[in-house]
């Protein structure tokens, strides 16, 4: 059996949050003895020629990592990757900062790894690269003679192109894209973006099976929603227990806000819309409270710091304006928590807020829904620029600009009768038990090899 070789930037660990991921991809990946690839936490001081294996314990599969020096995290990872593509790929252009030597670092980075795949690689293998780290790494791999099926699954949105244009590089961008054989992406709008893009940049042809043919190559490209181990997960906030301190359920209605702290989560937006519900129902002192879990990353980048302040700055005017002796309406907590106390807190909550004013597809959203007690679950609160809002539209969809609407959305949830929050979890249920985290990477799978086999017979004929 070919063995599936995972490119990651970051390799998974029990405490990491792509948790999800590891789950899923464990069972293909040991299944074929594969290899899964991403950077080490070690800083080098020379650029690592060779991809070293990884703490093994009784793992069926090999993790294998390669060191970054201290210039290629500043350049490639916290540059290139953080500060142009992502800004870019989450509608903040306005965000981009540009420079020459973070270009040049981001492809040297690819170009050496790619040297250090390629000498790894046994015919039929296939290799599975996994975002926004890695775009460049197929075109890379192909200069070296590799042909191998090579699949990109990208996390995060793809722009629409006037955002992309802002890229000084993009049309390479593109051009090195389509060197993959199978380009998965998280939604349908995503895909009409990619596809939108490779024809106005690129003069792209769109084929009638969904692929796309551009630079005399052709890629295929379809949308597979990432979905979470809903079995697992609910069952596992099922037993645990609820932190101690959380407030009384019977006093105290909590709503629940969990993101890494980034500007595309849409936090400032959610806090105000809070405080436009503590306004607009008085009635409502004392007996709602809002915690956001909000773990830094990124620090270093001057967006993320001022992001941080800026929360700092609207938790404390809330609390200010709205606490009272026995309440403080607004808890903001800047730190990780263990995931098996995310799920119980997750349950406890009336309302889960996902508000990103742009995401991938947000596993927040999932996991919330998960966690529910089918008796007497809880209300979503999504935005409709996530991802997730594609296929979770039993939700509450709100625009998370618009605050007056996201107050309204939070007190209809509050106010929910148990009926219509036991028919709309249920159907959510439905759907995340059907396209859970195993459908997501053995559709991808299959539809990888699929293409490669269908290229394999078109180019005998
Ligand atoms: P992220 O931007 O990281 O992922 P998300 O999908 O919400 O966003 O996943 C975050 C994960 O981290 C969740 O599993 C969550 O439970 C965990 N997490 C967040 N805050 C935490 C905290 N305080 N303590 C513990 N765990 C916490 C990227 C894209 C998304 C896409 C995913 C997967 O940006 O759009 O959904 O990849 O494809």
């Avoid at 007056?404 to 148990?418: D, K, Y």
Wanted: aromatic residues 8%; charged residues 25%; proline residues 5%.
């Amino acid at each position: 059996m070919s063995r599936i070789i995972v490119v990651s930037n970051r390799l998974p660990s029990p405490r990491s949050s792509a948790g999800g991921l590891a789950v899923a991809l464990t069972d293909c990946l040991s299944a074929t003895g594969g290899v899964w690839i991403g950077t080490s936490e070690d800083i080098a001081t020379e650029p690592g020629q060779r991809l070293r294996p990884l703490d093994e314990t009784e793992s069926l599969f090999v993790k294998m990592g390669f060191d970054l020096t201290r210039q290629e995290h500043e350049n490639y990872y916290l540059g290139y990757s953080n500060s142009v593509l992502w800004p870019v790929f989450h509608g903040r252009a306005d965000l981009m900062d540009y420079r020459e030597e973070y270009d040049i670092s981001y492809h040297a980075l690819n170009a050496r790894l790619a040297a250090m795949i390629a000498g790894l690689l046994r015919p039929g293998d296939l290799l599975w690269v996994q975002d926004y780290h890695f775009l460049p790494l197929a075109a890379e791999l192909r200069r070296l003679g590799v042909s191998n099926a090579i699949g990109l699954f990208l996390h995060i949105p793809f722009p629409d192109t006037n955002d992309l244009q802002v890229i000084p590089d993009h049309v390479e961008l593109l051009r090195a894209l389509l060197d993959y054989d199978l380009i998965g992406l998280q939604t349908q709008r995503d895909v009409n973006a990619f596809l939108g893009s490779c024809r106005t940049c690129a003069g792209a042809e769109l084929m009638i099976d969904g692929s796309v043919s551009a630079f005399g190559k052709r890629t295929a490209v379809a949308s597979f929603p990432i979905g979470i181990d809903t079995e697992g997960f609910a069952l596992e906030a099922s037993r645990t227990l609820p932190p101690r301190h959380v407030e009384d359920p019977e006093r105290q209605h909590l709503i629940i806000g969990v993101d890494r702290l980034d500007y595309s989560k849409g936090l400032p937006q959610r806090f105000l819309a809070y405080e436009r519900l503590l306004e607009t129902h008085p009635e409502l002192a004392g007996r709602v409270s809002f915690l956001q879990i909000a773990p830094p990353t990124r620090s270093g980048l001057r967006a993320y710091s001022e992001i941080r302040a800026e929360l700092e700055r609207l938790a404390g005017c809330i609390n200010g304006a709205h606490a009272d002796i026995d309440w403080t309406p607004l808890r903001y907590i800047h730190r990780a928590l263990p995931r098996e106390q995310l799920g119980s807190l997750y349950r406890r909550a009336r309302v889960g807020l996902v508000t990103p004013l742009a995401d991938g597809m947000n596993l927040v959203a999932k996991e919330y829904v998960a966690a529910q007690d089918p008796e007497n679950p809880g209300v979503l609160v999504l935005s409709r620029f996530a991802g997730a809002a594609e296929q979770m539209t039993e939700a509450l969809l709100v625009n998370p600009h618009d605050r007056g609407a996201v107050a309204q959305a939070i007190h209809r949830a509050l106010r929910m009768p148990l009926g219509e929050r036991r028919a709309r979890h249920a159907s959510l249920m439905r759907k995340l038990l059907e396209e859970d985290i195993t459908w997501w990477s053995t559709t991808y799978l299959k539809r990888l090899r699929d293409t490669v086999w269908h290229r394999k017979i078109v180019t005998a004929q």
